[in-house]
């Protein structure tokens, strides 16, 4: 998955576990950027009756880097404490919730947002914002977007932010990939390992009807950018910044003898990050993807290896014989996937005035360009796509970064770099044969869609 | 002594050995506090001033990194602080046995 479970310890630290992050020119009100981090993989909306909420324990970021070093410049920290307002019952509500006040709502979620810029000079934005709750059914919330709506909370100065319960818009077949990936639309190709043929078949979206927990902030550009400005000239370094989330845990906690949460001391400790999707997952060694959550991304040079040399392409190769003979004889270190993912394109690759480039240093981030203006009709293959307003310029919610990132992989973007390289005829089908088609996403912010109840889902 | 703050401890490495917890104002640790702290006007055996008391519901947690090195952590409110006392991690590990 994007970043869902993809380390061995974070896998069972859930409320910690970053799941997706996007950034992206807000398509509604263009001198503002959205940035959304999802947290808590794979919700079954039928979670009474203790529903899913966000870690009172843990301190959620979003972090900016404005000038290239791979450190944060601005960080958006939110801060949560849920409180149950009725102690008497064992129920998440007593009667319909109508609105985020009702006294039929037990247990209940604020927070409190700080923004952090230069070096520890802190601002807190507001506190006490009540999160909706969970979408149960149609007694319980029979009207969510309601309340989500009213969950949306200005911040003034032109911010706005929004934390609650979202459906997932993410779509990867990961039942496919991760069976020694057998693509279905090409499984028809795969060795299978002497094991019986396989069909070519659509994929299957393994993240159908789930939800997440989503951390959405939108802030003038100028919130981001060093010097306040806004960037006019994509080409220019100035223009980009890097994107990143991170959950941290304090140092030290100690059970309590009663049954209690005990108590946390001691400074945070990082333990999630997320900057461009499927890095960890893919790109970095099982071995060392906890560690790799526990790092600031200016340290990425230890990383770079992954990178450069991917262990996805090499099995591409044995996985489906014959079929990419070019990414086959092809020795260089992958410079296409490095400047994606670990320093941004430079300007001149993809077009004169295209860049995602932040500098020489090596650091996964979402990079976004903030002088390349939100598309009218965004292609969900993004710069593949010719769409340069698309991932990996940020992500929006719609792009298809698995099939982006595979066909990365498998070679399609090596002639940016390498003129010399023809792509593979196999690139075009290489595909996990999911789309985001069908998925409910709503026009404004915080965009994600009205997240499954309970009561209808499953069916 | 070494304060960490929130910024930098990202870069430091985890650590994962025995950690002894000590709650509140128990006999233990204020002793190791006061042989520690740099300018402190106490003997390591006095008894702590009021003013030298854990702030409100603070809770203190020592972690032995190295009983030989006497290589503390102290975690307490967003901070970790390291010592290096040799006697205090022999009486903590003595209280235990």
Redesign the interface.
């Known amino acids: 998955m994007s970043s869902h479970r993809e380390a061995p310890e974070i896998a069972k630290d859930p409320v910690a576990d970053s799941t997706d992050l996007y950034a992206f020119i807000s398509p509604d009100n263009a001198n503002t950027v959205t940035l959304i981090a999802n947290y808590i993989p794979l919700e079954g909306p039928a979670a009474g009756p203790n529903f899913y909420e966000f870690g009172d324990d843990v301190l959620y970021e979003i972090h900016i880097d404005n000038d290239g070093d791979g450190d944060a410049d601005v960080t958006y920290q939110f801060s949560f404490n849920s409180v149950n307002t009725i102690p008497t019952t064992f129920l998440y509500n007593v009667g319909p919730i109508e609105s985020l006040d009702s006294s039929y709502w037990n247990r209940r979620q604020f927070y409190s947002v700080t923004r952090v810029s230069g070096?520890?000079r802190s601002e807190v934005l507001a506190t006490n914002l009540a999160c909706p709750p969970c979408n149960i059914g149609p007694l319980s919330t029979p009207n969510y977007p309601a309340l989500a709506s009213a969950a949306v909370h200005s911040l003034g100065n032109g911010r706005q932010v929004f934390a609650g319960q979202r459906a997932e818009a993410f779509f990867v077949d990961l039942g496919a990939i991760f069976d020694l990936g057998d693509l279905r639309p090409i499984a028809n190709l795969h060795n299978t390992f002497g094991l019986p043929a396989l069909q070519a078949a659509a994929g299957v979206n393994s993240t159908a009807q789930v939800n997440v927990h989503s951390i959405a902030i939108q802030v003038p550009i100028t919130d981001l950018t060093k010097g306040n400005i806004a960037p006019k000239n994509p080409a220019l370094a100035a223009a980009s910044i890097g994107v990143w989330t991170t959950a941290s845990r304090?140092?030290?906690h100690?059970r309590g003898d009663d049954g209690g949460r005990g108590?946390d001391?001691?400074?945070?400790?990082?333990v999630s990050r997320l900057g461009n999707p499927l890095f960890n997952e893919v790109l970095v060694p099982l071995s060392q993807k906890d560690g790799w959550n526990?790092?600031?991304p200016s340290?990425d040079s230890s990383y770079a290896q992954g990178v450069a040399s991917p262990e996805l392409a090499g099995l591409l190769n044995v996985l489906y014989p014959g079929a990419f003979p070019h990414l086959a004889a092809y020795t260089k270190p992958r410079a296409d996937l490095e400047a994606i993912l670990l320093t941004g394109i430079p300007a001149g690759v993809v077009s004169p005035t295209f860049s995602t480039f932040t500098g020489t240093t090596q650091a996964d981030m979402l990079r976004l360009n903030l002088a390349i203006p939100a598309a009218s009709s965004p292609n969900p293959f993004g710069v593949l796509g010719g769409d340069v307003a698309g991932f990996p310029n940020g992500r929006r919610v719609t792009d298809d970064v698995v099939t982006i990132e595979l066909q990365a992989i498998a070679g399609a973007t090596i002639p940016l770099v390498d003129p010399t390289y023809t792509k593979d005829g196999a690139i075009a089908d290489v595909s996990d044969g999911v789309t985001g088609a069908g998925l409910s996403l709503l026009a404004t912010f915080p965009y994600l869609g009205t997240p499954y109840s309970g009561y209808n889902v499953p069916a | 002594m070494e304060p960490v703050s929130r910024r930098t401890f990202f870069k430091q490495a985890g650590v994962a050995a025995a950690a002894v917890a000590v709650a509140g104002s128990t006999a233990v640790a204020p002793v190791g506090l006061g042989t520690a702290m740099a300018g402190a006007a106490t003997t390591k055996d006095a008894p702590l001033a009021p003013e030298e008391n854990l702030r409100g519901n603070e809770e203190l947690v020592a972690h032995i990194k190295n009983a030989h090195t006497g290589e503390i952590s102290l975690f307490v409110g967003e901070r970790e602080v390291t010592i290096h006392d040799t006697t205090v991690a022999a009486r903590l590990v003595r209280a235990t046995r």
Do not use: N
């Open positions: 070096w520890d304090r140092k030290a100690v108590f001391t001691g400074p945070y400790v990082q526990s790092q600031s340290g």
